[in-house]
């Protein structure tokens, strides 16, 4: 009965290549949304959607493309990977943006 | 711009000690003030939450925050921290967007908290 879950949870890859998180709530959620962590544990907002629709985008580069197949999953896609791609990337959801964010156990990206 | 100041990287206590780990926070409007803590390796769980009333907040394992308007801060405290505290704690500041309520976390840089027994 996992809220916000994630896969994978580890994810190791190389260089160039591409890869995708799916993250998953099963609290009948609105809003979802993925951070990035880095090494020094500081988090940061990537992304946020509202209903499926885009709502945050804060600056990322366009290797990072998040999709929203409906409101229960919000995946995120990276492209040509790179070596500062490596980081932990949480998933969040929350129902509207009046309430608490409830975050998934997060992905552990290293990127060789 | 929005920020959050978590000045102490690093505290130790001794079980059974009192704590309080400071969070100031710079934001043009009354803000939505969150701790959450992470156990290692772990996601991120909800101490507690201020968004009106009540300053002073209760929170789960023991935790309070007390919302201080004057000062800019929504400082922690446990009155005897056990040595399952030991932790990173973050305090953030929901940065108000759609729909009159936030729509991201801004959060502080973590503070590490270890326990002596």
């Known amino acids: 009965d996992t809220a916000v879950s994630q896969t994978p949870k580890y994810l190791v890859t190389q260089m160039g290549n591409d890869k995708s998180i799916k993250c998953e709530q099963n609290?009948?959620?609105?809003?979802m949304y993925w951070y990035k962590q880095d090494s020094k544990k500081f988090l940061k907002i990537m992304f946020s959607?509202?209903?499926?629709?885009?709502?945050i985008n804060e600056t990322v580069p366009n290797r990072f493309s998040p999709k929203s197949p409906d409101k229960a999953h919000l995946n995120l896609h990276i492209n040509s990977l790179e070596l500062g791609d490596s980081a932990v990337y949480f998933c969040?959801?929350?129902?509207?943006?009046?309430?608490?964010?409830?975050f998934g156990p997060g992905t552990r990206l290293l990127v060789l | 711009a929005q920020s959050v100041t978590q000045p102490d990287i690093h505290i130790t206590v001794s079980e059974g000690a009192s704590l309080e780990l400071r969070c100031n926070y710079s934001?043009?409007?009354?803000?939505?003030l969150f701790w959450y803590v992470q156990s290692p390796g772990q996601g991120l769980q909800l101490l507690l939450k201020?968004?009106?009333?009540?300053?002073l907040v209760q929170g789960i394992k023991g935790f309070e925050a007390e919302f201080k308007r004057s000062q800019s801060s929504f400082n922690l405290r446990k009155p005897s921290v056990h040595w399952s505290d030991a932790a990173e704690y973050f305090c953030?500041?929901?940065?108000?967007?759609?729909?009159?309520?936030?729509?991201?976390?801004?959060f502080g840089a973590g503070t590490r908290l270890a326990v002596h027994p």
């Open positions: 953030a500041v929901g940065a108000r967007g759609f729909s009159g309520g936030y729509n991201k976390l801004i």
């Open positions: 201020y968004f009106s009333g009540d300053t």
């Open positions: 969040a959801s929350s129902q509207g943006s009046q309430e608490t964010q409830y």
């Open positions: 934001y043009g409007a009354t803000p939505y």
């Open positions: 609290l009948g959620h609105d809003t």
């Open positions: 959607y509202n209903n499926k629709e885009l709502i």
